[in-house]
């Protein structure tokens, strides 16, 4: 199966995020962002800053940093500038934080052998050829993980999103998580190579 990754973001709830401290100059001064900045908004009730290499998007619920280009150099990138924001917020009140990995696929024989539909049937009440997608949910070590896996309009081509979710208001913990980034990406891409072999 060919497989590459498309997108990629980390995203940390709290109780309250305050977006009104995330200015662009706020980001600069504390080296949560070392690029130059592109684009900007700040507003009360949400805040984006956009790089050459990165989006970052807080509102009162969710801060959400995402790679606008999967290069390995931004990939690595990516949880330390969230593990920056949250040292220099400690007292947020977080709940959670999600890595989240977006794949382009190409599944040679579909997935219908692992969902075993009744074909007969599905030929009969939808129109030929249909595509199958489904969401998986597993524990990976303490991650809730969910993989939605949908068709494109390409035949044998899905989307593959993962989400790792964990439940934690410590930063500490919080801080441990973001240095599993790459084996919870390794955990991915390991699940995709499987979904081809028989």
């Given at each position: 199966m060919n497989y590459f990754l498309k997108g990629a973001n980390i995203v940390v709830l709290a109780n309250k995020h305050n977006p009104t401290i995330a200015s662009k100059e706020w980001a600069t001064q504390k080296g949560i962002i070392t690029e130059e900045i592109k684009n900007f908004t700040h507003t009360p009730v949400f805040s984006l800053i956009e790089t050459e290499n990165f989006i970052f998007v807080v509102d009162p619920d969710r801060l959400q940093i995402s790679v606008?280009?999967?290069?390995?150099?931004?990939?690595?990138?990516?949880?330390?500038?969230?593990?920056?924001?949250?040292?220099?917020?400690?007292?947020?009140?977080?709940?959670?934080?999600?890595?989240?990995?977006?794949?382009?696929?190409?599944?040679?024989?579909?997935?219908e052998r692992f969902f075993s539909p009744n074909t007969d049937k599905f030929k009969k009440i939808f129109s030929e050829p249909y595509q199958i997608g489904g969401t998986i949910r597993f524990k990976f070590e303490n991650f809730l993980v969910r993989l939605n896996i949908q068709p494109t309009k390409e035949n044998n081509k899905f989307i593959g999103d993962f989400n790792f979710h964990y439940d934690t208001e410590k930063l500490e913990e919080m801080k441990k998580i973001l240095g599993m980034y790459f084996k919870v990406k390794d955990k991915a891409e390991s699940i995709l190579k499987e979904l081809n072999n028989d």
């Open positions: 606008k280009k999967t290069f390995p150099q931004n990939l690595s990138e990516l949880p330390n500038i969230v593990k920056r924001y949250i040292e220099q917020l400690p007292e947020t009140p977080y709940l959670a934080i999600g890595l989240n990995f977006i794949y382009h696929l190409n599944l040679e024989k579909g997935l």
